[in-house]
Structure formats: structure tokens, C-alpha cells
């Protein structure tokens, strides 16, 4: 009888349906081999008094703070209680666009493009403050170098502006002979949509990418057009880790070294995200960095009215999609704490209701983690796995044939499974009744038709899917 081993390749929504590829891989994460199941949303902080828009931690030697924006307040996390404090400046903010925070030494800075960018000293602050008189109302905020970086200044008044600080202070936003300070004026590429620091600058525009690199006095930063014609959609789609910033371009996701600018979804996801994503409801997007999936994950409002994420392994170059219901993205770290102070502390008295495992990183303290926001609260994706399911590419063997077996091969679990089968490739895609696996792992199924598609919903506490052995035979034809 003859068998083929479908292995579960790369997704590729873009391609065809015969490609090889597969054709869905829902609420999962990329491995080198096969897919690993992308854990569950759990409440984590206690309520803010509005809506979070983002979040962020600051760490400085041993202290840890969690904090979050929304469209008039931010907030901090008591670490013992996990209640959301009100610690936004005196009279509140306005405006309507999310917060972008950032860590410079001991400070944390917050910019929302309607307010003077707010800073809070890390261990000694109870809330925020201007961090200048003279410091800029910017959209967005970076750090290169020794440097705090503002863009698109003034609520758009100055949409092509770049404005830096003096160095190594972030108090100083004069320019003049005793200070480094001073600003950049971007005259081609349209209005800055977003910024990403480091050692270089990116200051990402409507159709332009623009590197920012130190140079020292008189002119202190040297401004390199490294793409024109290309650049960011949104400032919320960009993501950094390392040297390497991610973001979304007109036609799709791409990411650039400063040097380099490349593709990551050509051919991939691109056009499955534009038919996915509301586009008008495109501000939304969050973007946060999965450093231990060693992922860069994109959450944003799809058509259908929930929140998609969009998950790629920049090591592996493989994508995946999540569901969820969490509204904001990004990443956190906590105080800890031990087994004898989670009553006390996080107030859990049964092992069965706790957001995570005791050996998770949101107990050891101190570890960065992937976190988000829903509506109000701080969740962490540390529970239960989401039901996932793994799509295969269509196969056939002959005119007509029939599938007779399957056997999922899923590490520490098992599968339900379905087939499609059809005719033609124009013929209606239906899935039959799910089928489960026995102890042994087979899963025994009569279908016929020309060409054969396999929904695999792994089952049980798994690990990694890494594809299905399918028994398929010809049959004659009337």
C-alpha cells in the first residue's frame, strides 16, 4: 500500500495549493522542524481605569517596572499587588495616538505626539514628568547611541522632522555651542512613520528609509538616504532586535540592517496579510519581539473583526498565524517571587489557576518575557495551548485514488484529523468529520477524488507536529 510522508513545510498562503507548502498554520510557531503550539493569554495585572494602547518594562540593577499608556493616563504596575497605578503627569494627557516608550539609563521616556516627551526615573519616581521645557511633542522616540531621538515633531507640524538630545542627557533639548543637540530636517521621502536606534539610527518614512550614524561635532549625525521609494506603512509594524529592525512597506513585511533592506514576505504572507488585515484600523498594530521563540510578532485588527497575529522566525525565515484576543503586544518582566509568597503576593491559592508553570519566567523574576494588553489588563502567553490546527498541501497519486490512513506524527500528543478531497482543483474544498487517532496512532479514512488536503488539529499536551504519514491508493475510473 503505498504511503507518503507529508511533512509540515513552510506556510505560504501566497502560493498555490499543489506548491508543497502548507496551506494554514493556525494558533502555532515556527521550529526548524515541524511546529511547536503557541500558548494561551492570561490575565496577568489588575485593571487600569481605561484602556491600554501599550506597554513597556524598565529595568535599572535590581529594579523592575512595569508600565502602560492609554489615551489619557499611564500607569505602573505595583509589583506586590499587580494593581495598575495612575502615575501620569498633573492634568493628564490627550490625544489619541498609542504611546511609544523607551529606556534611556535610568529613564524611562514616553512620547504620544500631543504631550512634551514624559520621563520617570526608574526606583526613584511617583510619577511622570516633562523631561524638558524645551523637549519636543513627538509622534515617535529612539535611542541612538548616547542620544534620545524624536520624530515627527510638533503633532505633525514638523512631519519630517528628526530632533535629538544633547549627550547623555536627555534633559537638554537646546541647541547651541555647549550642547549636541539639535535637529534634521528630512526633505524628500514624505512624513516619518516611524524611528528604530541603536548603534545607527533608522528614521523610516512614507517612501524612504533614511540611516542616521554618529560623526561627532559640528554636525554630530550624518543623514544617508538608504532606500527611496520603499518605506514604512505604519510606525506601530516596527520591531528591533539586534542590529536588524522589522517593519511593514507598502507592498509587505521587510527588514533591514542598515545597510541591506530585504523581503521577508515576498511571495509568502504579503498578500494573504493585505486581504487579512483592516487596513483603516492600521494605527492599531503593535509589534513585539519573542526573544526566547526567537520571534517577531505583529498584532493587528483583521476584517473579520477580531485580532490576528502574525508570527516570524527570523532565524528560520518561517511564518505562522495566531488568533487572539489580546488587543495590545509587547514585552515585560517581572519582580519574581517564591513559592511561599504566591498566595501572599499574587494572591493564587490553587495551582490550577495560575497564569503559568513555577518554573515560568513570569516567577523567576527579572526575565524578559512576551506579554501584551487586553483592554485593561496585562496578560501574559503563558497558558494553555490555543486549539491549533496545520493545513497540508494538496497531494494525489493518479486521476483518482483514495485515502485509507493517516498517521500524525506529534511528539507528546496525538491529532484529530479530516481530509478534503476533490476532482478538480476548481471543485469546492469540504472537509469530512473529524476522526481521531487510536492508541496506536492510526487514524482510518475512506475518501476518494483526485487530490487530497489534511486538517491536523494536534491533541494532548504536544510539543512539536512534524507531519503525517497518509496511505493512499488509485482507483479505477467510470
Not at 532606500?227 to 521587510?254: E, K, M, P, V
Not at 483518482?400 to 478534503?420: E, F, H, W, Y
Not at 499536551?461 to 503525517?468: E, H, M, P, R
Request: glycine share 10%; net charge negative.
Amino acid at each position: 500500500m503505498p504511503t507518503q510522508r507529508l511533512q509540515f513545510t513552510e506556510w505560504l498562503p501566497d502560493q498555490p495549493s499543489m506548491s508543497g507548502a502548507l496551506i494554514d498554520a493556525k494558533n502555532i510557531f515556527p521550529l526548524s522542524l515541524g511546529y511547536a503550539p503557541f500558548p494561551s493569554a492570561e490575565e496577568y495585572s489588575g485593571a487600569a481605569s481605561e484602556n491600554l494602547n501599550n506597554i513597556f518594562v524598565g529595568k535599572f540593577g535590581a529594579d523592575v517596572q512595569v508600565f502602560g499608556g492609554g489615551a489619557t493616563k499611564l500607569f505602573n504596575m505595583n509589583n506586590t499587588t499587580l494593581a495598575m497605578v495612575d502615575v501620569s503627569k498633573v492634568g493628564g494627557y490627550t490625544g489619541n495616538t498609542a504611546w511609544k516608550f523607551k529606556q534611556f539609563g535610568q529613564t524611562v521616556l514616553a512620547a504620544n505626539n500631543s504631550e512634551k516627551i514624559q520621563a520617570w526615573t526608574i526606583g526613584s519616581s511617583s510619577a511622570f514628568v516633562d523631561v524638558a521645557a524645551a523637549a519636543p511633542v513627538a509622534k515617535y522616540i529612539t535611542v541612538v547611541r548616547d542620544f534620545v531621538v524624536a520624530g515627527y515633531i510638533n503633532s505633525g507640524t514638523d512631519a519630517n522632522k528628526v530632533q535629538w538630545s544633547d549627550i547623555n542627557d536627555e534633559t537638554n533639548w537646546t541647541s547651541g555651542s555647549t550642547s549636541q543637540s539639535d535637529y534634521q530636517i528630512i526633505p524628500d521621502g514624505g512624513n516619518i512613520t516611524g524611528l528604530s536606534g541603536g548603534e545607527f539610527g533608522l528614521v523610516f518614512l512614507e517612501s524612504a528609509i533614511v540611516r542616521m550614524s554618529y560623526i561627532g561635532s559640528p554636525l554630530f549625525f550624518q543623514f544617508d538616504t538608504i532606500s527611496r521609494g520603499l518605506g514604512c506603512l505604519d510606525g506601530n509594524s516596527i520591531g528591533t532586535y539586534g542590529a536588524t529592525t522589522f517593519f511593514l512597506a507598502d507592498d509587505g513585511f521587510y527588514k533591514c540592517d542598515g545597510t541591506n533592506v530585504v523581503g521577508i514576505g515576498t511571495d509568502k504572507i504579503d498578500r494573504w496579510f493585505f486581504d487579512d488585515c483592516s487596513l483603516t484600523d492600521l494605527n492599531s498594530m503593535t509589534t513585539a519581539i519573542d526573544p526566547v521563540k526567537n520571534l517577531v510578532i505583529w498584532n493587528y485588527l483583521a476584517v473579520d473583526g477580531q485580532r490576528h497575529m502574525l508570527t516570524y522566525n527570523w532565524q528560520i525565515n518561517k511564518w505562522t498565524r495566531v488568533e487572539t484576543d489580546a488587543t495590545v503586544i509587547g514585552t515585560i518582566a517581572t519582580t519574581g517571587t517564591t513559592l511561599e509568597g504566591l498566595e501572599s503576593v499574587y494572591g493564587y491559592t490553587n495551582i490550577d489557576t495560575m497564569p503559568a508553570s513555577l518554573d515560568s519566567r513570569l516567577f523567576i523574576g527579572g526575565k524578559f518575557l512576551f506579554a501584551g494588553a487586553k483592554n485593561t489588563k496585562i496578560i501574559s502567553f503563558t497558558g494553555s495551548n490555543y486549539n491549533s490546527e496545520i493545513i497540508t498541501t494538496d497531494v494525489e497519486a493518479g486521476y483518482s485514488s483514495m485515502v485509507q490512513l493517516v498517521r500524525p506524527t506529534v511528539d507528546n500528543g496525538s491529532a484529530t484529523i479530516k481530509v478534503a478531497s476533490r476532482k478538480e482543483l476548481s471543485d469546492n474544498v469540504a472537509f469530512s468529520t473529524s476522526a481521531t487517532a487510536s492508541a496506536e496512532g492510526r487514524v482510518p479514512l475512506r475518501s476518494s477524488g483526485r487530490y487530497h488536503r489534511f486538517s491536523i488539529v494536534p491533541t494532548g499536551n504536544w510539543t512539536n507536529a512534524v507531519g503525517v504519514d497518509v496511505d493512499i491508493v488509485p482507483t479505477g475510473n467510470r
